[in-house]
């Protein structure tokens, strides 16, 4: 998979498509929200791992969510 790069505010936006597709609990929704939320390189990075780890179908489903 490519190097994926996201703005707070696009984290903001995927953190919205995961709550609908996976839950508003899940860590990988809490973890976009965080990052979004606060900016910082830890936060950020262990919201990309999180999202990365998710099943191909959700992730391609938020991504999808993001660009309609």
């Known amino acids: 998979m ?9 984290m903001g936006r995927l953190a ?3 709550a609908f597709i996976c839950g508003p609990d899940n860590p990988t929704t809490v973890a976009l929200q ?3 939320a606060s900016g910082s390189e ?3 990075t262990k919201a990309r791992k ?3 780890s998710l099943k191909p179908g959700d992730r391609q489903a938020a991504l999808t969510m993001l660009a309609d």
Do not use: G
């Not at 490519?2 to 696009?10: G, H, Q, S």
């Open 2 to 10: 490519e190097e994926l790069k996201f703005d707070r505010d696009a």
């Open 16 to 18: 919205k498509a995961l």
């Open 34 to 36: 965080a990052a979004s």
């Open 42 to 44: 830890r936060d950020i």
């Open 50 to 52: 999180l999202f990365l």
